[in-house]
């Protein structure tokens, strides 16, 4: 399982993102960016109520805007063959019948030459309605909550001993309700797609804004009917996506329809208005918490009941109990979620789906436990630590989590905080406060491929469908690529982003590094070996007829490693082949091994607050987070991933929140100045660091991902360190000030 | 204001002051390190296509795009011939006197020695048309951080077709100059098709309803264009004049990735309407390098990781510019509230205050323009 | 966004004839995002940028005239409004963001609506934009609307930070219209709602602010801007405080002058407040005595009660901070 034959000269290195020329000068080109001939402007129409049909729409105004050429509504737009929802793909709103599930659903789209036309005249359509009732509060609806199929990726509820007795018999106990709110994404680029059929109108090209090009590779197909190889999907510049681009949304085949209907490119590119209900976003959740202990502090009965809501149309839950399951050791759990169905649109992944929602509410808990059985919250965490993973009934693949406690407790002086709250002020005045809370995500890695080529200039490529949404994907994979392949990092080049490579699983669940990662390890170590087979055969090479295992390749050079005056540059020895290069595309899949392991990252984070004691302001100061992540392949790219967590998790705890208005089912802060994300000014030093940790289990690079658990546990540490300062427990996020006015 | 010449972008002086000059010995390296001269494509029209010296997985799109517009043109025999290719393409094709025979060759800037032999910018790239001999007929040099778009080589080569069918022999230098600078006014919005005939995907869109004719000026060039008064500085930036580094993150002037300068101040240029920028400066991130030398503060971000998604950069870059001549105070916490205007969701912040705060600490004030 | 004809104004006068049938651009940064949203719908746009209102300069009596076309930016950095006014740039400093700042004129910041979520969003009744089609913040979501001078019709909070500032110095706004130039002091240049939200300001069709000024006031140099909101920039005030102390050697209150942000549909001038401190310590207790003073008659809605407490208490703070200055 461990690497051999390869270097580890790059791998871990803080290498400069690759693409840090093209984005700091503004040449990055990003879906809607891409110049194509002869495009036209999409924009689509929404629904302004939440629940009926639409009786008519009289498009005549519109059509009168100078340049606009079609506008395509449920009356009169091409019939496609029926949608079925599965896992992974998303029942989408493509014109096809009159109904109106939630407000700001797309009901028509408006094709023109210039943006300002169709924009307008999207506005001119006038709709008719007959309108019903919408369902819109969770809580109003909660008698009719349901047990859906799975949670996510996860069983639906688990049961392990005796909970109930247990509970009754504990020492000491709490029982809260936490709740969170429907969050949405708010990438900064809004989704955006081109799309465009060949000039038979039989293959589709589409440029879309993703984290998955095959999956919308996928979902084009299956929605037109036509084979995927005839479907090619780009993405080479993402501007975020945290969940809402992991699959292909209403406007994707949309634009296609458009397209093939005008024979002309069509590009649709989403208002921030509409970022806000068709794209997905956090769904609310409720979540029941019940914890035990004995005399000793020890946990021994955890309950934690999920009441979260999907749309009326699809299947989306939030699995917010499923890290209660292993995060802490106690014999006696049961969990569960149940689902209502909103007049809203369909949730989807965003940022650490359950985990961040969950541990905020179990954190808190955990806290709120700690201090009701007498111990520190720390303490109260090591005491109940998790040696193996109770819930799977299997051993860590690996698990430093105890390091990150004793590590992060270091570096944050934890020792300086006081368990009495309200008694720590800085010289202004304001009210001090710490707080813990630990950091979870399972190691998720997927069946990848890439091709690995040998140029006969010296330099080498790493050809793989996957995407960098800001992720560093570019840079990483040919850190790896470069300790594979004896190239040096300089003359490696990524191409990614495209359904015309090797196929991988989407930007999502933090898999991207472990997943294709080891598809291009894979690939660089085979084509190494080709180079070699290649090098002996050849009768002009120094190193014809060397045995295989005396051979590498170093700085673009292959050699004996017996004898180092039988070395040439591995370009000669291609260009003498009268090849343009070498190539191996490798497929990497999970290990059948690694399944004996329950596989995680884990962390610990410490938040320490400053709180106005008369207005309830709070301002973090400082942050220190200690992960437990495998290897880390880019130490810059790296921490900038985990401090980026970090801060999704602070507009979590403290901002962030959509306002849907109960009457009509409409968002009614769908913009960025009252849909509030942190700004600059919101967010102090925070301190990432992680600890060595070697798990030979997990992929053959040894590393877990790091793309979401930022976002967790940072969230339940901030409320606790509010707690600590104020003596006020929220159970309710966003923590805003009103919450603290006492 | 030049009424006969409502192009998105003028031919600037230094494509007129191309014409003419032969440059059949310029070399240009090719992707096996072999040195092709132009003279190698002696006997054929070509149009050569210089891009930007910076890796960028679009231009690999970009020129199968072009090949997807030489698929238009069958008669002409043209092909798209990488200087850069990375298969053993033959770019050879067979003559025929009827046809006028086209090679396209598209190169990074910086290995072709003909960007430093015609004074363009490695940042910059070109669109030439050269003839038999060798010696350039029409030029088109792009605005640094645009690029040769399918529409404009369709265009080039279409000019080239107009030629074609009028003489069966070949054109004269005159026709051929006739003829492309008719294809520089297809390159504009607000006009009517050379041909009626045409319903060709690549010809021009058509006139734009109540446009207004202005001039701006972006990064010291002018550029007349006629716009909708309803269009946006930043909708005229990114769809009119390909300058795309500008980005719409919302639109209402609420998260900054659209900030440009406008007289020297930042601004956002999602509320600024096109008409409203007469006589005004404008300069965007496009504009912030010298060539291939980097502004201190985009080295800095690089050096800090200040991005990670990269949409809001340019915004935040533009911001930071300006905020060096800004009465900031000195401490990271004032740097983090003159930097508030540009929002981040993937929360580069951190690095950005580094970014900022160590150009700053070198007593960098002073943008070279 | 609807068509609509673009015209430079060459010079006030023509601008004002113009503004008969016309709207007035500066800016742009309340007007065209409004225009976006489809709220605002204007036929034609006079670009009033060209006309020579952008000087701020000193009036003989002291006082400072600001043209109504001066940048919020350039505003808030201007040496006197510094020394002499420090509430208003720190009140201008503390709003939108720095290219908004450098957009933003005076004229257009007096003149901007209102962040109700309803009257942005044209499917939403709105008695503001449509009279008569009914107000939804009232039993709605009303976190960040008013508790003073609302009413049955409209509950929308005047969001402009610049505004409090100026409505607590006794500013008077200087207009010129189709009938002459006629000069309004700032705390009657807004309106409440009443029964005709619609109506906002007293401006006339055609009358075009040309300046503010500022009259001398020598304590006002003893003053304060202080904003609450729910992040540490870029956002709108829950609550906010413009306060100005004049103290004499015992510290003893001889002047005051006060003006809320955030809680009211106009700037909210705090004269009961101002006139109970005169002669008063400034104490804690009077602080808040003064507080309760000026939030009396406050009206909170199902998510805005907080509000009532909340500026209060900002409202003791500013005080005890402009107490405690040099």
């Not at chain 1, 634009?255 to 209900?277: D, E, Y």
């Not at chain 3, 709605?140 to 110095?169: E, K, P, Q």
């Amino acid at each position: 399982m461990l690497n051999i034959n390869t270097s580890s000269q790059n791998i871990g290195k803080p290498e400069d993102r690759v693409d840090g020329p093209l984005k700091v000068t503004g040449a990055a080109r990003y879906s809607a960016e891409i110049p194509t001939s002869g495009v036209l402007y999409g924009v689509m129409v929404m629904s302004t109520i939440a629940n009926g049909t639409i009786t008519s729409m009289d498009t005549s105004g519109a059509a009168g805007e100078p340049g606009v050429r079609t506008i395509l509504t449920p009356f009169n737009a091409p019939k496609l063959p029926e949608q079925t929802s599965s896992r992974g793909t998303r029942v989408l709103s493509l014109l096809q019948n009159p109904t109106v599930f939630y407000n700001n659903q797309p009901i028509g789209l408006v094709i023109a030459e210039t943006l300002e036309a169709a924009v307008h005249a999207a506005n001119l359509v006038k709709v008719q309605y007959s309108e019903e009732k919408p369902a819109t509060q969770m809580d109003v609806e909660r008698l009719k909550a349901y047990s859906p199929e799975a949670a996510n990726r996860d069983q639906t509820d688990s049961l392990r001993g005796d909970p109930d007795t247990a509970y009754a018999g504990a020492s000491a106990k709490i029982e809260n309700v936490y709740t969170t709110p429907v969050e949405n994404h708010n990438p900064m680029e809004p989704h955006a797609t081109i799309a465009a059929w060949d000039a038979t109108g039989t293959k589709l090209t589409v440029y879309d804004s993703t984290q998955g090009v095959f999956g919308v590779q996928g979902t084009l197909a299956r929605v037109f009917q036509i084979a995927p190889e005839d479907v090619r999907c780009v993405s080479y510049f993402i501007g975020g996506g945290f969940g809402c681009k992991g699959t292909a949304w209403s406007h994707v085949p949309l634009a296609a329809m458009a397209a093939k209907q005008m024979q002309q490119p069509v590009k649709i590119v989403l208002s921030r208005s509409q970022m806000f209900g068709m794209v997905g976003y956090r769904p609310e959740t409720e979540q029941k918490i019940s914890l035990g202990t004995d005399s000793s502090g020890k946990l021994v009965s955890t309950s934690h009941d999920v009441l979260t809501q999907t749309s009326t149309f699809d299947e989306f839950v939030e699995s917010s109990a499923v890290a209660t399951r292993m995060l802490y050791s106690c014999p006696n759990v049961v969990t569960s979620h149940t689902l209502t169905r909103l007049n809203l649109g369909t949730p989807t992944y965003m940022r650490a789906p359950g985990e961040s929602s969950g541990t905020f509410a179990l954190e808190t808990a955990i806290d709120e436990m700690a201090i009701k059985a007498g111990l520190d919250p720390l303490v109260f965490r090591v005491q109940n630590y998790a040696e193996t993973d109770e819930n799977a009934k299997k051993p860590f693949s690996s698990k430093s989590l105890r390091e990150c406690y004793i590590q992060g407790a270091k570096r944050f002086g934890w020792d300086q905080r006081s368990s009495v709250p309200r008694s720590r002020t800085t010289p202004d005045g304001l009210l001090i406060g710490c707080g813990v809370g630990t950091a979870t995500y399972p190691a998720n890695r997927g069946a990848s491929s890439a091709t690995a080529r040998y140029m006969a200039d010296g330099s080498a490529y790493i050809l793989s469908g996957t995407q960098d949404i800001g992720t560093g994907t570019y840079t990483i994979l040919g850190q790896i690529a470069a300790d594979a392949m004896g190239i040096p990092v300089s003359n490696m080049r990524v191409e990614i982003g495209d359904t015309d490579f090797p196929q991988t699983p989407g930007s999502g669940g933090s898999m991207t590094a472990a997943s294709t990662g080891s598809a291009v390890l894979e690939a660089g170590k085979a084509a190494k070996q080709a180079v070699i087979a290649a090098a002996i055969a050849d009768a002009s090479s120094p190193l014809y007829g060397l045995p295989a295992d005396g051979i590498d390749i170093q700085n673009a050079r292959i050699f004996s490693t017996t004898d180092s005056t039988k070395s040439e540059p591995v370009a000669v020895l291609i260009a003498r082949q009268k090849l343009p290069y070498i190539e191996v595309k490798s497929k990497s899949e999970v290990s059948p091994e690694a399944a004996q392991y329950s596989k995680n990252s884990f962390g610990a984070v410490f938040t320490e607050v400053h709180v106005d004691p008369d207005l309830g302001i709070v301002r973090i100061n400082r942050i220190t987070g200690v992960y437990a992540i495998g290897k880390l392949l880019n130490a810059k790219t790296g921490r900038s991933q985990l401090i980026g967590g970090i801060i999704f998790g602070i507009g979590m705890a403290l901002m962030e929140q959509t306002l849907i208005d109960p009457r009509s089912g409409r968002v009614l802060n769908a913009d960025l100045a009252e849909y509030h994300v942190p700004v600059n000014k919101d967010i102090p030093v925070i301190d990432v660091s992680v600890v060595d940790e070697v798990d030979p289990y997990v992929n053959p690079l040894g590393i877990k991902g790091i793309g979401e658990i930022g976002i967790t546990g940072v969230v339940g540490s901030i409320g606790n360190a509010i707690y600590n300062a104020t003596g006020i427990r929220v159970r309710s996020l966003p923590i805003t000030l009103d919450k603290l006015l006492s | 204001m030049n009424k006969t010449n409502l192009g998105d972008s003028v031919a600037p002086p230094i494509g007129d002051r191309l014409v003419g000059r032969n440059i059949s010995d310029i070399a240009i390296v090719s992707h096996d390190g072999a040195v092709k001269r132009i003279s190698d494509f002696a006997g054929r029209t070509a149009v050569v296509i210089l891009s930007s010296t910076v890796w960028d997985p679009v231009a690999r799109e970009l020129n199968a795009q072009y090949e997807r517009v030489l698929e238009r043109f069958p008669e002409m025999g043209a092909s798209l011939v990488e200087a850069r290719r990375k298969y053993g393409d033959s770019d050879d094709r067979g003559d025929n006197e009827d046809e006028l025979d086209v090679s396209v060759i598209t190169s990074p800037s910086h290995e072709a020695s003909l960007s430093k032999t015609l004074g363009i910018s490695p940042a910059q790239s070109a669109l030439l048309v050269i003839d038999e001999a060798g010696s350039i007929w029409w030029a088109h040099v792009f605005s640094a951080g645009a690029s040769a778009k399918p529409d404009d080589l369709g265009d080039a080569l279409h000019s080239l077709q107009e030629m074609k069918s009028r003489s069966h022999k070949g054109i004269t230098r005159r026709q051929f100059l006739a003829a492309s600078l008719a294809s520089a006014f297809i390159l504009t919005l607000s006009l009517e098709p050379v041909d009626k005939a045409q319903a060709d995907v690549e010809k021009a869109p058509a006139s734009v309803p109540r446009g207004m004719p202005i001039i701006l000026n972006v990064n010291g060039e002018d550029h007349a264009l006629a716009v909708d008064p309803r269009v946006t500085l930043l909708d005229a930036l990114r769809e009119r004049l390909s300058l795309t580094g500008s980005k719409k993150g919302c639109d209402h002037g609420q998260c900054g990735a659209c900030t440009v300068h406008i007289d020297g101040r930042r601004v956002n240029s999602c509320l600024t309407l096109a008409v409203a920028c007469q006589g005004k400066k404008v300069q965007t991130i496009e504009g912030m390098a010298n060539g291939e030398t980097l502004h201190p503060l985009q080295r800095s971000f690089i050096e800090h990781d200040g991005f990670q998604c990269g949409y809001c950069t340019s915004g935040q870059i533009m911001s930071a510019i300006a905020l060096l001549k800004e009465p900031v105070g000195p401490a990271d916490d004032d740097v983090r509230e003159a930097m508030s205007g540009n929002i981040c969701r993937c929360g580069a912040y951190p690095n950005i205050v580094d970014a900022i705060q160590s150009v700053r600490k070198q007593g960098v004030s002073n943008v070279s323009l | 966004m609807y068509p609509f004809e673009y015209k430079e104004a060459k010079d006030v006068a023509s601008a004002i004839r113009a503004g008969t049938s016309g709207r007035f651009l500066a800016g742009g940064t309340t007007l065209i995002d409004l225009m976006k949203l489809n709220v605002e719908r204007p036929t034609s746009l006079i670009d009033i940028g060209p006309l020579p209102l952008a000087s701020v300069r000193e009036l003989p009596s002291g006082g400072l005239s600001i043209g109504a076309l001066v940048r919020n930016s350039d505003l808030a950095n201007h040496p006197i409004v510094k020394k002499h006014y420090p509430v208003l740039a720190e009140a201008l400093l503390s709003g939108a963001s720095p290219q908004l700042r450098n957009m933003a004129t005076t004229g257009g910041n007096i003149l901007q609506r209102t962040r109700c979520y309803y009257f942005r969003d044209t499917s939403q009744p709105c008695n503001k934009r449509e009279p008569g089609s009914g107000c939804s913040a009232i039993d709605g979501h009303n976190r960040i609307h008013a508790v003073l001078g609302t009413s049955s019709s409209c509950i929308a909070a005047h969001a402009s930070d610049m505004c409090v500032a100026m409505a607590a110095l006794d500013s008077v706004v200087v207009i010129k219209g189709p009938s002459g130039e006629r000069r309004v002091p700032f705390v009657d240049f807004h309106l409440e709602p009443g029964s005709h939200p619609d109506r906002e300001t007293v401006l006339q069709p055609g009358e075009l602010i040309t300046s503010v000024e500022l009259p001398n006031l020598p304590f006002a140099s003893r003053s304060h801007y202080y904003k609450v909101r729910d992040r540490a920039s870029y956002a709108f005030a829950l609550a906010s405080a413009a306060v100005a102390l004049h103290q004499d050697a015992t510290g003893a209150i001889k002047d005051a002058r006060i003006a809320l942000g955030g809680v009211g549909t106009k700037p909210w001038r705090a004269r009961a407040s101002e006139k109970y401190l005169v002669g008063k310590m400034p104490t804690k207790e009077n602080f808040r005595a003064a507080a309760e003073i000026a939030l009396q008659g406050a009206k909170g809605y199902s998510d805005n009660e907080f509000k009532i407490e909340l500026a209060k208490r900002t409202l003791v703070r500013t005080l005890t901070t402009v107490s405690r200055m040099t």
